[in-house]
């Protein structure tokens, strides 16, 4: 059974970088489909921030291009999100996903999600 | 941008009515790359819906998708008491977005 695991400081003060890592389990990043990460601030709907694939490829939503980067890091079975000076706006429920692979898209549907992490931002 | 807009915002029935939920792209979605969710409070969103009208696995025959270019709707032909909850839509056809939800409250 595939698993996604979200971890990460739950406390980060603003202009700071925001680190996650999401741990896959129960399959191999290698394989195929992207992993990615979406967030929901609290009461709000879904965002999607970005996807990777296992060679490095990486698709990210334009809004947030210029303070993301996604990597993954195959041998541990991990990605990892940065969010470069964060705000306020940036407050909310991190989730990662397993989505879909299509070469010609930059993303798929997303058939398996961690449970979230919650970031708050400080000043 | 593909912005996607559902409707209703919330949508009160009662268990065993039927629930038809839309959603709007504001352009032509090519290639039916359109996926529903299902979100119950403090959980993740779960799959439901994927390519607009195939069901994920383990999701019951009474939920079916529907629609094409810019127009979207997911039908719960009987609702179920554990149908209720906050349902996305998804486009992956251009980059990707969520729809704002729908809230389906008894």
């Known amino acids: 059974q595939v698993q996604l695991q979200e971890s990460g400081p739950g406390l980060v003060k603003a202009s700071e970088t925001l680190s996650l890592t999401c741990d896959v389990s129960g399959y191999s990043i290698s394989s195929g489909f992207y992993w990615g990460w979406i967030r929901q601030p609290p009461g709000k709907g879904l965002e999607w921030i970005g996807n990777?694939?296992?060679?490095?490829?990486?698709y990210y939503n334009p809004s947030l291009k210029s303070r993301v980067t996604i990597s993954v890091d195959t041998y541990r079975n991990q990605f990892s999100l940065n969010l470069r000076s964060v705000t306020a706006a940036d407050a909310a429920v991190y989730f990662c996903?397993?989505?879909?692979?299509?070469?010609?898209?930059?993303?798929?549907?997303?058939?398996?999600w961690g449970r979230g992490t919650t970031v708050t931002v400080s000043s | 941008e593909i912005v996607l807009t559902q409707s209703p915002g919330t949508l009160s029935l009662s268990p065993g009515e039927r629930a038809t939920l839309s959603c709007r792209a504001s352009q032509t979605i090519s290639g039916s790359y359109l996926a529903w969710y299902q979100q119950k409070p403090g959980q993740a969103p779960r799959l439901l819906i994927y390519a607009v009208s195939s069901r994920a696995t383990g999701i019951p025959d009474r939920f079916s998708g529907s629609g094409s270019g810019t127009d979207f709707t997911l039908t719960i032909s009987r609702l179920d008491p554990e149908d209720f909850a906050v349902y996305f839509c998804q486009q992956y056809g251009s980059l990707s977005t969520f729809g704002q939800g729908t809230r389906l409250e008894i």
């Open positions: 996903a397993r989505s879909r692979y299509f070469d010609w898209l930059a993303s798929g549907h997303m058939d398996v």
């Open positions: 990777i694939y296992h060679s490095g490829t990486t």
